[in-house]
């Protein structure tokens, strides 16, 4: 049985100030969650608020992304020794806004996600596809590609060390969410990926399902057989949004 988690991106949002509340309401609210796992993402400044705020509580953290690099000369990124040093659990990688406006290629998102494993951080590999690429049928061919830059390039085993978020670029920030049919089957399409190369692997590893994803559909999404939790935007911005879903989730641990 996969433990569903419930991740919070909070994308480019927020002040020390919201940080902190928003953890703190989260933090109070989590008391009745014991079965599903929550973390948070913020944006790296505020990474150094987690470590205070959290410590001893059952609430883990990560990062939006990770440097490809381990060290040196490389000015404006973190590293994901760095990340590790501020208790990161997880961190983001490939996210279709990176993949969009910092031009990620799967080789580069491929690297990014060995830099996590390397320093022992779970890695959440953003695989999903845009709008056209659905209406032309494309779908699986895209999110095969997504996800092949980490089976092919790196195995099985590195994807069983990480989490899967299956998020459609169209549902992203849009307020149009998959249906759960149409999440289920890319689910399934992945989950049976990674079988053809373990079965062990496909049964562990957690997918998730990001792209407005919010209290009123949570339930039926994560409800779906292959889907383990949601990456949550929009709605992890506000405490009791973000609460109702990992209640959700935690109806369905
Ligand atoms: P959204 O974002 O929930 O606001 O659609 C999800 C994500 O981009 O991770």
Request: net charge negative.
């Amino acid at each position: 049985m996969r433990q569903p988690l419930v991740a919070g991106n909070w994308k480019m949002n927020g002040s020390k100030a919201d940080a902190a509340d928003l953890l703190n309401s989260i933090k109070a609210g989590a008391a009745n969650i014991h079965k599903a796992e929550i973390a948070v993402c913020p944006p790296f400044p505020y990474l150094y608020k987690m470590e205070e705020l959290l410590a001893g509580t059952g609430i883990r953290w990560g990062s939006q992304d990770v440097s490809r690099e381990t060290n040196g000369a490389f000015t404006g990124q973190v590293s994901a020794v760095m990340l590790k040093d501020f208790g990161c659990t997880y961190a983001i990688i490939g996210h279709s806004e990176r993949r969009m406006f910092n031009a990620e290629t799967d080789a580069i998102v491929a690297k990014k996600y060995e830099q996590a494993l390397a320093s022992d951080l779970t890695p959440i590999l953003c695989v999903g596809e845009s709008l056209e690429e659905r209406e032309h049928g494309r779908t699986e061919e895209v999110v095969a590609r997504h996800l092949d830059a980490v089976l092919e390039g790196l195995g099985a085993e590195a994807i069983g060390r990480g989490v899967i978020a299956y998020e459609p670029v169209w549902a992203i920030g849009t307020g149009v969410t998959a249906t759960p049919e149409q999440a289920q089957e890319v689910h399934a399409f992945l989950r049976q990926r990674i079988r053809a190369k373990s079965q062990p692997q496909a049964d562990a590893v957690r997918i998730l399902y990001g792209g407005s994803m919010k209290p009123v559909n949570a339930m039926e999404l994560i409800g779906q057989a292959d889907i383990d939790g949601g990456l949550i935007g929009g709605a992890a911005l506000k405490a009791s949004d973000f609460l109702a879903i990992c209640a959700a989730a935690e109806a369905n641990a």
